[in-house]
């Protein structure tokens, strides 16, 4: 049928795609200077590669300098999984190129040259009188034909709907355009339908958080984005390589107290509240560890002493010191 409709409608085809259409969004480039809790430059072969999103949109890296550890990122904003986005797509591919340009029906002719078709060739068999005619035949009681009468005065209502919003013979000039696609023209030509529509939808969407992954390290949000930046400026980042030590400076000795035979790090190597403290390993490089003491803990271990354990743990701690 809907290739019959094609050859009355005089159209070679519709210029609907059968593709996927994406909508546009701003590109902006975020530079990050990534460097470890040791701050050494972060290089391309951390675990767990670094990830840099604009809210659900992941941006690709583009340029890496392993010596000064600065990363490239090309993002785009809101970006092609944002809620805005999607919204937009639908409401482009969905609603205006269903109805004005795709295929309908899987033939040429779109849906509003299907109707401007039927308008205009049609009157001989979806007229009123030919639709209740043929519901009458299939031998219909009075009751059923009651029924009957209403769905054809229903079916006039939406028939005439459909031919004032997408027929091209209702608009002025006659043959251009239908008048729903006219109005979205116009409204287009001072606004956005689809960002129109989209806008209020997703109102709170925003701002949109630009949050990195690399390493063990989680930033829900470096900044918070309402627009793509035009100089968006660089950022200092540090992140937890799992495949280092914890670092810290300087550090210290323990010390034993001759006059109690006990042996502890001095206070200035306590790192705070965390329970670690800035030792030094074997080698002299200083290091964070956390340090468990048993009660009366003495350096020099005797057979007939009372047995004493030590429990000296390395934490990966992301600060630098």
Not at 65 to 89: A, H, I, N, Q, V
Not at 128 to 141: A, F, V
Not at 244 to 266: I, N, Q, R, V, W
Request: with cysteine; net charge negative; aromatic share 10%.
């Amino acid at each position: 049928m809907y290739q019959q409709l094609a050859a009355l409608s005089g159209q070679v085809c519709s210029t609907g795609s059968q593709h996927r259409k994406r909508m546009n969004d701003a590109d902006f480039n975020q530079t990050l200077y990534l460097r470890d809790q040791c701050n050494n430059p972060i290089k391309r072969t951390v675990r767990r590669y670094p990830l840099l999103k604009v809210g659900d949109t992941d941006c690709n890296d583009i340029e890496v300098d392993e010596d000064s550890g600065r990363w490239l990122f090309d993002c785009t904003f809101p970006g092609s999984d944002s809620g805005t986005l999607k919204c937009e797509w639908a409401v482009r591919n969905d609603i205006e190129e269903f109805l004005f340009t795709d295929p309908f029906g899987g033939a040429c002719p779109d849906l509003s040259t299907v109707i401007t078709t039927l308008e205009a060739n049609g009157q001989d068999f979806i007229n009123p009188e030919s639709l209740r005619t043929e519901l009458y035949n299939q031998g219909l009681d009075d009751a059923q034909k009651a029924e009957a009468n209403l769905i054809v005065i229903y079916y006039e209502q939406l028939w005439e709907i459909l031919k004032q919003a997408f027929s091209k013979l209702r608009a002025q000039p006659p043959g251009k355009t239908s008048a729903i696609q006219e109005y979205i023209d116009v409204y287009n030509h001072y606004r956005n339908f689809e960002d129109d529509i989209c806008e209020d939808l997703h109102a709170g969407d925003m701002p949109l958080k630009m949050s990195l992954r690399a390493g063990v390290t989680a930033i829900d949000a470096i900044a918070r984005l309402n627009w793509a930046p035009e100089n968006p400026k660089p950022f200092n980042v540090t992140v937890q390589d799992p495949a280092k030590l914890a670092c810290c400076s300087p550090g210290s000795d323990a010390k034993k107290d001759e006059s109690t035979g006990t042996c502890e790090y001095p206070f200035s190597a306590h790192l705070g509240d965390t329970g670690c403290v800035c030792g030094k390993t074997a080698s002299g490089a200083s290091v964070a560890f956390e340090i468990t003491e048993c009660e009366n803990f003495v350096s020099e271990f005797a057979v007939a002493e009372e047995f004493v354990l030590i429990r000296m743990s390395v934490r990966r701690m992301g600060l630098h010191w």
